[in-house]
């Protein structure tokens, strides 16, 4: 790391952040009886002096702690009362992490598609500001209304709108932006969102609004990036996501499906923030074709040095899940567990990209499926967490409609993979453990490679004292504590390397438990809870 350039970078970290928050909220706009608003939720920030201007920065570990990834101190297991707090019914769908610089205390917001958001103080326990539909919680209704396709718009959309034209189709007509990030510059909030024609359409633009209030009103509309109108291959212009590099650049992924996921540099200070340095699609990262990608996220770890580059493959209602891939440059190439370069890879197959996470089921609960469109956050305790949305199996096959907001933490495993503990986070600490404390009976469940609706059930595994792993009489493998965290589980001659991860059962809802959380050398996962 150059030292030298982030002396001023430092101060312009002072007024810019590209981290989850939710912030204030006095959202200067109008709330209805069906904003899902009840202002009950705990502030544990009460009280407490605004650190955000003065260690916000170190703390949060953005780019320039390097907080150790192995724990020092003895694992302590969540109880029922640490669960009591999660909420369950908060719903955004493709949720994008925001932390409020500006805040007293932390203040995280979850931004999503169709105008939704929720809100925290500590990632546990949620508000919902906003429900599906009802973006009059964040642009002012006294500005007045567009009407596109029958849909009513709020005005301050309106130059986006008369470039895109969505058009009428039933039910399906657009009528909400779509995976919104929201960014703080300057006492400014600017919030990124995309429109597109309709379902299915690469014609589409990404846009900025800003306002002075993390829930608006938004105004000052500008266009971004159209894909609108556009001949050849090219990049569909949704789902952007800004972030900052090590050396204090400016980044934006965005794209989906048609030509893939793509990156452009942004003007990082001045009147020009935020806004492309350059004319052009920029560079290609993760490329399109038979299987959808969508959904693209960067993040870095200062620890191990990677910029970390999550997508969601298929299907939003049914086979979505999610993936990742790791670069030691912003802008790329990155690769998978097998060294496949995203960018120059088919995704006709189904194994490029680490699987996270895919449609799975313990026993002891229904089926989860449909997990994706996340974003990844740093506390300033330096832990990692995955926010994401999911659904739930219906039937042998089927998937719920609605969706809930799941936070989940995330570790990375002895190769620096990034792997996710298999419960939602209800304040848990990862700690050291013993062999004795492991060995024993777990459900694992093997997530599937494909894009597919079928839900992987989970299968009992014995983890033996000497080392072995049994299923049922047969001898199928070995295991191996290592540093009192990490894991490496051999399982039919696939060696799954992970760590050990501490979390309330939420699929037996009974208990407190060490969780395993693995991935292999061919970049598929592998989840383990106690057998209860």
């Known amino acids: 790391m150059k030292t030298k350039k982030w002396l001023p970078l430092l101060l312009a970290g002072l007024m810019t952040v590209s981290v989850f928050g939710f912030a204030a909220c006095d959202n200067g706009g109008n709330k209805d009886d069906n904003s899902g608003t009840n202002n009950e939720q705990k502030d544990p920030n009460k009280d407490k002096t605004d650190q955000s201007t003065t260690d916000k920065w170190n703390n949060e570990g953005i780019w320039l702690s390097k907080d150790p990834l192995v724990p020092t101190d003895p694992v302590s297991l969540p109880t029922e009362k640490d669960n009591e707090d999660r909420t369950t019914d908060v719903s955004v769908h493709d949720p994008s992490i925001f932390r409020d610089p500006a805040a007293k205390g932390t203040q995280y917001y979850a931004f999503g598609t169709h105008f939704a958001v929720a809100m925290s103080y500590d990632l546990i326990e949620w508000e919902q500001l906003s429900t599906d539909n009802h973006w009059e919680n964040l642009y002012d209704v006294n500005e007045g209304t567009v009407t596109y396709a029958g849909k009513q718009w709020p005005k301050a959309l309106d130059e986006t709108l008369k470039i895109v034209q969505p058009t009428s189709n039933g039910n399906d007509t657009i009528s909400t932006t779509w995976a919104p990030d929201v960014e703080y510059y300057n006492g400014t909030y600017y919030m990124y969102y995309s429109i597109t024609k309709a379902f299915g359409s690469n014609e589409s633009a990404i846009g900025r609004v800003e306002a002075k209030s993390p829930m608006g009103p938004y105004s000052n509309n500008q266009v971004i990036l159209s894909s609108v109108g556009v001949s050849g291959d090219h990049p569909n212009c949704i789902d952007s996501e800004l972030f900052y590099d090590k050396e204090g650049k400016l980044w934006m992924v965005y794209g989906s499906h048609f030509a893939g996921v793509y990156i452009k540099e942004l003007y990082n200070e001045g009147e020009n923030w935020g806004l492309p340095k350059e004319e052009g699609w920029g ?239 061919k970049g598929y996962s592998l989840w383990g809870l106690p057998k209860q």
């Not at 990155?334 to 990209?353: I, K, M, P, Q, W």
């Not at 079928?454 to 070995?478: H, I, R």
């Not at 295991?479 to 399982?491: A, G, P, R």
């Open 283 to 521: 560079k290609l990262l993760w490329k399109g074709g038979g299987q959808v990608v969508e959904g693209p996220y960067v993040f870095y770890n200062a620890t191990n040095d990677y910029y970390y580059l999550m997508t969601t493959y298929g299907a939003l209602m049914t086979t979505y899940n999610m993936r990742v891939a790791r670069s030691k440059d912003p802008d790329g190439p990155y690769v998978d567990a097998e060294g496949t370069d995203l960018a120059t890879s088919s995704n006709n197959g189904s194994v490029h990209g680490n699987v996270v996470a895919g449609n799975f089921k313990f026993s002891a609960a229904n089926g989860y499926a449909a997990m994706g469109h996340n974003s990844v956050i740093k506390d300033k305790n330096g832990r990692y967490f995955v926010i994401y949305h999911v659904r739930r199996q219906s039937g042998q096959t089927g998937v719920t409609s609605p969706h809930n907001l799941y936070v989940s933490q995330l570790y990375f495993n002895e190769d620096g993979w990034p792997v996710m503990s298999p419960n939602a986070y209800v304040g848990e600490k990862a700690g050291t453990v013993e062999t004795s404390d492991v060995a024993g009976d777990y459900e694992i469940v093997l997530h599937s490679t494909a894009t597919t609706q079928t839900f992987v059930n989970s299968e009992v595994y014995t983890l033996k004292d000497d080392g072995t792993v049994t299923k049922g009489t047969a001898n199928v493998g070995t295991w191996e504590l290592k540093q009192n965290f990490y894991i490496d589980i051999t399982i039919d001659s696939t060696t799954y390397k992970g760590v050990v991860a501490p979390g309330w059962d939420m699929y037996s809802n009974m208990d407190g438990v060490l969780g395993l959380t693995a991935i292999s050398d």
